[in-house]
């Protein structure tokens, strides 16, 4: 999206883009199978380029920095860069945007740009122009026939066309997940590699449109090989030092104290904030600037007045960039659909500025890339500064913060996260039931991994799309998600048989148990779950599900019997309109699949009446003579008699004591008209509240106490449309809270913002700690940035940052940390010192006029407001043992064990005959540091692996150690034969991976930590936070 630009919606009909949505699946798989669709018409004329003597197939050392332009000595070179930015999706759904559907609401078609782009490069060997995003680019390539496609990989071999970036989309930085963002470029580099080889592989990043960036980003782009990054948007107050300081310009530390230099990138700030030309240097059709008009007899003759335009725009920005080479980005969003148009004003610019060279100018423009850019910076010899710390969050006024964005939407972005959940775990049966071409897993695979890839854009997670566009992605997700639980049954049927046994009965899914929704388990009377964990250590987990019997019995994979309880359905959840359900209770047990494989428990109805006591759960109603006491074997809280909320939480093993009180409240959103940044108002990107304070709710306040043997729990009323859950498990080290928000009442005209607050007597002195994409930690300090002098405008909204996994904060006297953990991207700060707040859900009633044209007002199914549910993990504990509990929980929450169902039709015995009850891919557990990233198809025999160690050094003081995993000898289905390593895109091999050298100022004791080669015995060593990429062979 570009800010300034206005939109209107005028929606499509559903059913219409159902139709464009199935057609495009139908479409989007066949490029690597080579289907070829009809010659367009002006296939003739790449026929005739070749016939010319352009030879697509020469393979020249013309790609990468030897095909550079790099200007002229003793000149300012001012480096002109035709691009388009292409958002997959944003007021359009992807498809529309592509074909250039729905151009009522904006004008905008992919294809055509495309088309016209390879046929301007075509014309002139001089050209350049540069393409970002892979998910529109593939659509492309897939219609071209062979002619084309031959041309277009000459234009790349030259270097004329060149792939910046080259992620499936340029992904959101504060809401989206490192282990999604590192698949979607993943996604995108493969396509690229298989179809042009190196020529096709970026050397920089580009993520001009994101609003604010994350530091974690910096960190995977380095590790992923990239020279530079390029972004538009930073804090207005920030740019106006870095311009006059001449820091707009750096190196970017994206991991300073565990990865060292490997994470080190130079990454540079668009001049103006903007990716868009000057103003007066917009050519195309949707510019309104006048066009080079060059002949001296005509009527508005402009040379000289653009001659001088440009000259003097030159000059103002070389103030502000070392050295003399400048980046002016000539195209914006959809642009060169008329390439030629663009081009023609272009070169006539090139020509006459170059022109006045001959009367002394000193000024020497011409056609580049980023990554040619990024060359000549590097060659110029200069000490770059270093920045250590984020670019969160980003105002472009003085209140209008962007930190409204990190939660809206927020039940599509629990859904991206619980998507990237269940891909990763059929990516891994996947590889272990070794399905092969007779499955099509690969095509399945791939639609949803594109899927997830289209989701993660910074108009798709981030909640800033308008609401069809929204429907739209979660279409894809579940149809992806379709796709892949057929690949779940296929791999079942390999491992779940013993010896050739009988296939094993059809495995059902059950995407909806969150509002306790489950056809197969609340239907039949007995049934199996299968539950895989996708984990390379055991994990122990409870389910919930939905079941219309109120006594069951359950049998483990070992034969025995697993205790259960029956909890009532309550009441709130059975008045949520999407739910259609017949089950009045939820069936409750614990469940221990093994690493990297699963465990199947076995469920069917009892009517004994032992059987039922035992499992009853009792339930009492604002019954509080005293203090309510919540309590297992590790935490008690206790709730307030009087008032129904929580007060007090203590961790019995360290006899930690703390006053906590819980509640939630909402901010009133700022309904300003837009017309100045005074009157910003309060959007899908922008939160603004009216005023700083948040009101709290705690009319009606209704509490209702639930025990029974395996979980204790507290459920609160706190309005009509606030409730939360809190429970303890038995044996469990944290506190599970699920809140369920919605309707957000609008009656009073009234948008809010609503947050869920939790105050200590903590000692914080201002300081709190948010996560980074679920990696590293970073320190936040309120009403502070670290690089400068912050005028803080927006006391509270200008003090959010994006919490991805966790947010903390620390009493380092008393040695106490409190640790919220979340199961989706969202909002929050430390307000005041001692408290934490998180936003959990958002409804406006205005539009911020950054270009959605739509308020953030989901109104759900039943069209009265959306009802958001999902859940917070609290951990009390030292300082010092915080690290372990929340790695540890964070990495469970990511990776959850996933349940699938089947109709049991038979007794134990007669199933262990058959099946498999337990089996694990793993032959031993990985060490309790190291993650098993990644593990997927890749090509011919080989799979693709990572492997991550998931702490940072000094957060524990033995799984902050480095850790050792041998390849050989590790999974159960086969055996590893050989490793290659490769960086982290897995687009090059690590050994080949030769990154430009930056002068910078460094700490001497910065650590810089050596990549260890693989042992002979395949053995794998991990140092903190280090992420390691194979490719793999099977024997
Ligand atoms: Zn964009």
Not at 103 to 117: E, K, M, R
Not at 363 to 371: D, G, H, I, K, R
Not at 406 to 413: D, E, V
Request: with cysteine; hydrophobic share 35%; charged share 20%.
């Amino acid at each position: 999206m570009y800010q300034y630009s206005q939109h209107y919606m005028l929606c499509a009909s559903a059913s219409r883009m159902l139709l464009m949505c199935c057609l495009s699946l139908l479409a989007v798989h066949c490029v690597l199978l080579g289907t070829i669709s009809a010659l367009p018409a002006d296939a003739s004329f790449y026929k005739q380029q070749m016939l010319n003597g352009f030879h697509p197939q020469q393979k020249t050392d013309t790609c990468g920095y030897k095909s550079c332009n790099l200007g002229k000595d003793g000149m300012i070179n001012v480096h002109l860069v035709p691009h388009t930015h292409d958002d997959v999706g944003w007021l359009k759904t992807v498809d529309q945007y592509f074909y250039g559907a729905n151009n009522t609401i904006q004008h905008a078609g992919v294809q055509y740009i495309l088309d016209s782009v390879v046929e301007a490069l075509g014309k002139d060997p001089n050209k350049r122009f540069i393409y970002v995003e892979i998910a529109f680019f593939y659509r492309w390539w897939n219609e071209q026939d062979d002619p084309t496609r031959h041309f277009v990989k000459g234009l790349v071999n030259q270097g004329r066309l060149e792939f910046i970036l080259g992620g499936w989309c340029m992904n959101d930085e504060a809401s989206t997940h490192y282990n999604a963002i590192i698949d979607q470029h993943t996604e995108g580099f493969r396509f690229l590699e298989t179809v042009f080889g190196d020529c096709g592989r970026p050397r920089v990043a580009w993520q001009i449109d994101p609003f604010g960036h994350s530091r974690e980003m910096a960190s995977l782009f380095a590790q992923m090989g990239f020279d530079g990054l390029y972004f538009a948007r930073l804090d207005y107050q920030d740019r106006a030092v870095r311009e006059k300081d001449k820091r707009m310009e750096m190196v970017w530390r994206g991991s300073p104290q565990n990865l060292g230099t490997v994470a080190d990138l130079f990454t540079g700030a668009l001049a103006r904030g903007n990716y868009g030309p000057p103003g007066g240097f917009c050519w195309d059709v949707h510019c309104n600037d006048n066009p080079v008009q060059d002949d001296k007899r005509l009527h508005d003759y402009n040379v000289d007045d653009l001659v001088k335009k440009f000259l003097a725009t030159t000059q103002e920005q070389a103030k502000q960039y070392q050295t003399n080479h400048l980046m002016w980005t000539m195209g914006s969003d959809f642009q060169f659909e008329s390439a030629h148009q663009w081009y023609k004003n272009l070169d006539k610019l090139i020509t006459y500025v170059n022109a006045q060279q001959a009367n002394g100018s000193k000024v020497n423009a011409l056609y580049s890339t980023p990554s040619c850019y990024t060359y000549a910076k590097n060659l110029a010899n200069v000490t770059w500064t270093t920045k250590e710390d984020d670019f969160f969050p980003y105002a472009h006024v003085d209140h209008g913060f962007w930190t409204g964005y990190f939660t809206s939407r927020a039940a599509l972005k629990g859904y991206v996260r619980w998507t990237n959940n269940f891909l990763q775990g059929v990516k891994q049966l996947d590889i272990l039931s070794k399905l092969d071409t007779m499955d099509n897993s690969e095509i399945k695979l791939r639609t949803l991994r594109q899927a997830m890839g289209v989701a993660q854009h910074h108009d798709a997670v981030s909640g800033t799309e308008k609401q069809h566009v929204a429907y739209d992605y979660a279409m894809r997700l579940s149809e992806g998600i379709s796709m892949c639980q057929e690949v779940v049954n296929d791999a079942y049927k390999k491992l779940l048989p013993k010896n050739n046994s009988a296939t094993p009965p059809v495995q059902m899914f059950c995407t909806l148990t969150n509002i306790s929704m489950c056809n197969v388990t609340e239907l039949l009377k007995r049934f199996t779950v299968t539950v895989y964990n996708p984990i390379g250590r055991p994990v122990t987990t409870w389910l919930r599900l939905p079941v219309q019997g109120s006594a069951y019995t359950v049998i483990g994979p070992d034969g025995k019997n697993v205790p259960a309880q029956i909890v009532p359905v309550s009441k709130r959840t059975k008045s949520i309109p999407e739910r259609k359900s017949p089950a009045n209770y939820e069936l409750v047990f614990h469940v221990s699949p093994p690493p990297l494989g699963f465990a199947t428990y076995f469920v069917s109805y009892n009517s004994a009446l032992e059987v039922f006591k035992q499992q009853q759960t009792q339930e009492k109603e604002n019954v509080f003579y005293q203090d309510m006491d919540l309590r297992n074997e590790h935490i008690s809280l206790i709730f307030d008699q009087t008032t129904g909320l929580l007060k007090q939480m203590t961790n019995l093993d360290k006899q930690i004591t703390i006053p906590l009180q819980h509640e939630f409240k909402y901010y009133q959103s700022f309904a300003g008209n837009n017309s100045k940044g005074i009157y910003e108002a309060s959007g899908a990107y922008i939160f603004r509240p009216n005023g700083t304070d948040a009101y709290p709710l705690k009319t009606n306040m209704v509490t209702k106490f639930m025990q029974g043997i395996l979980v204790k729990e507290v459920h609160q009323t706190f309005s009509s449309w606030t409730t939360l859950v809190t429970r303890l498990y038995q044996g469990a080290r944290h506190v599970e809270m699920e809140w369920t928000v919605g309707p957000i009442p609008i009656d009073d005209n009234q948008g809010k913002e609503v947050i869920s607050h939790f105050a200590t007597d903590l000692k914080t002195n201002g300081i709190f700690y948010t996560d980074s994409n679920g990696r590293e930690i970073l320190q936040r300090k309120r009403n502070f940035r670290p690089t400068w002098k912050l005028n803080q405008t927006e006391p509270v909204s200008g003090n959010y940052y994006p919490i991805n996994s966790r947010i903390y904060i620390r009493d380092e006297t008393k040695n106490v940390q409190l640790t919220v953990l979340n199961d989706r991207s969202q909002g929050g700060s430390s307000i005041q010192d001692g408290c934490l707040e998180i936003m959990v859900h958002r409804r406006n009633l205005h539009d911020d006029s950054l270009g959605v044209g739509e308020p953030l007002n989901e109104t759900g199914s039943d069209g009265k407001g959306l009802i958001v549910r999902g859940k917070h993990y609290l951990v009390l504990d030292d300082i010092k043992s915080s690290g372990r509990v929340h790695r540890d929980l964070a990495e469970q929450l990511f990776m959850a064990p996933l349940p699938s169902f089947s109709d049991l039709k038979m007794d134990f015995q007669q199933w262990i005959k058959q099946y498999n009850t337990m089996w694990s891919g793993l032959k031993q557990k990985l060490p309790d540091n190291v993650h098993l990233l990644t593990l997927e198809q890749w090509s011919g025999t080989t799979v693709l692996l990572r492997l991550e160690h998931f702490y940072e050094k000094g957060e524990d003081d033995v799984l902050s150690k480095p850790a050792v995993v041998s390849l050989k000898g590790l999974f159960t289905p086969f055996d590893v034969s050989s490793a290659v390593e490769l960086n982290l895109g897995a687009n090059q091999k690590l050994a080949d991976m030769k990154r430009l050298k930056w002068m910078y100022k460094t700490q001497l004791s910065t650590p810089e930590h050596v990549v260890t080669p693989i042992g002979d015995d395949l053995t794998v060593q991990l140092q903190p936070m280090q992420i390691r990429t194979f490719q793999v062979t099977l024997a």
